[in-house]
């Protein structure tokens, strides 16, 4: 499927439960989607091997990649989920980019691979956030990220430089098995959690 009939299908007005279905697409061409107000999507093991291109996107109804594989770079930076937005066993096998995006429903990496690193520095996320079983291979920032419905992180995989820097966490924290390099992912790595923290 080329990426301008996606565009198309996917740049109109959002009515409530609205959900175009694109679910085991293969985008033929990088999928530029930089600026637009979508509709809500489903994308579940679409594929994107030229990457995707959705910086300062508005997505106002479920955003869904779910087992989706992204073989060039992922840029989601200044993004707005307006529902919930699922990445569940998705893998990116270039860079991910999702810094300063915000997520106004639940946010769910649960089981997802970052094969090159990803960025979710000065990200908000207002619902549950998710990196239950993530995998990441290269650097991941956090920086300055904030989380007002929680963070979990159950069974992670990070590298040893994960930055969790300046961050803040108002709802609860868990942590239970999650590693950042060889050690546990501890609460100390965390700027600011203000809530219950579950190791």
Excluded at 9 to 27: E, F, K, Q, S, V
Excluded at 93 to 104: I, N, Q, T, V
Excluded at 139 to 158: D, I, K, Q, T
Aim: hydrophobic share 45%.
């Amino acid at each position: 499927m080329k990426a301008v009939e996606i565009r198309a299908r996917l740049a109109i007005p959002w009515r409530h439960g609205d959900c175009i279905d694109l679910a085991g697409i293969i985008c033929e061409d990088r999928l530029d989607l930089s600026g637009l107000s979508l509709t809500g999507v489903d994308f579940t093991a679409a594929r994107f091997p030229h990457g995707i291109i959705a910086r300062g996107a508005r997505f106002q109804g479920v955003s869904w990649f779910r087992k989706a594989e992204f073989e060039a770079a992922a840029d989601f930076a200044e993004a707005f989920f307006f529902n919930d937005s699922r990445f569940e066993s998705a893998r990116f096998r270039a860079p991910a980019d999702f810094s300063h995006a915000e997520f106004r429903g639940t946010g769910s990496f649960d089981d997802c691979r970052l094969e090159a690193g990803g960025d979710f520095s000065g990200a908000v996320s207002y619902g549950n956030f998710s990196i239950a079983r993530l995998q990441a291979e290269a650097p991941l920032s956090f920086r300055a990220a904030e989380w007002l419905g929680g963070l979990w992180c159950a069974g992670a995989r990070l590298p040893a430089s994960a930055d969790f820097g300046e961050t803040q966490i108002h709802g609860r924290l868990w942590l239970h098995d999650a590693q950042r390099g060889a050690e546990a992912l501890r609460p100390a790595v965390f700027g600011m959690p203000f809530g219950y923290i579950y190791g």
